[in-house]
């Protein structure tokens, strides 16, 4: 079984859901994703998306008409395996069609980049046997679209999820994992500020987000770890 956390970003609340691997995700058109393609492999209990990313899914997988196997989804940043602020650690981000053809991912491709529903569609060029599109949404701190958004105090979602696990995992609680940017997740962004030498404001802006995500990225979960 695993939990499930979901941004809904239409009423800007946070879902929690309990499914098994064979269910399918939540908001999920007829059983196209399963719990256990999300999860591809990654072994953490509790797993984030967003709404968003599953109806943009839907629009793909309706428009295509066919299956489109999921290679990789969902990570946690301490669990590697992308890059240092991947959107896959915000359960935002897919590599599909590995096992098809190339006219069948360049098909896909083509879907996503004209249904206009995903944040970014990578060029066949980046990933030649694989095809890359994901629902990234706000500004990212270090500026442009990628990377994560600035945080602080209300603010609320998956990139709250990535950054309280990134504080939990050194040692800095924020009193759960709950993708709400509440007083204890914002003393825990002042207190690592503070003991790393950065400007002391419990805003998570560009130079926090690239050092709290260098330090735990791909280096395993620890005791503080919450899941």
């Not at 629902?135 to 945080?151: E, I, P």
């Not at 105090?153 to 940017?181: E, H, K, M, P, W």
């Not at 995500?213 to 395993?220: A, F, Q």
Request: aromatic share 12%; charged share 15%; hydrophobic share 30%.
């Amino acid at each position: 079984m695993a939990k499930i956390i979901v941004y809904n970003t239409n009423t800007q609340a946070l879902e929690t859901y309990v499914k098994g691997e064979n269910d399918p995700m939540p908001y999920v058109w007829d059983s196209t994703m399963k719990v256990r393609e999300f999860r591809g492999s990654s072994n953490s209990p509790t797993l984030w998306t967003t709404r968003q990313a599953m109806e943009a899914w839907n629009a793909t997988r309706r428009t295509y008409d066919g299956p489109i196997p999921v290679g990789y989804a969902f990570k946690r940043i301490w669990e590697g395996g992308h890059g240092q602020t991947s959107q896959h650690y915000a359960g935002v981000s897919f590599d599909v069609g590995q096992s098809l053809s190339n006219s069948q991912r360049n098909t896909i491709r083509n879907i996503a980049r004209d249904l206009g529903v995903w944040g970014y569609v990578e060029p066949a060029y980046l990933t030649p046997t694989w095809v890359h599109f994901d629902r990234r949404y706000g500004r990212g701190a270090c500026g442009g679209t990628s990377g994560y958004n600035t945080l602080y105090r209300g603010s609320r979602g998956v990139y709250v999820l990535v950054l309280q696990d990134c504080l939990n995992t050194l040692g800095y609680a924020t009193a759960g994992l709950d993708g709400i940017f509440g007083g204890a997740t914002e003393r825990a962004v002042y207190n690592f500020q503070g003991d790393f030498g950065l400007a002391r404001d419990g805003v998570c802006g560009c130079n926090t987000w690239t050092l709290i995500t260098s330090m735990v990225h791909n280096n395993g979960p620890s005791i503080t770890t919450i899941n």
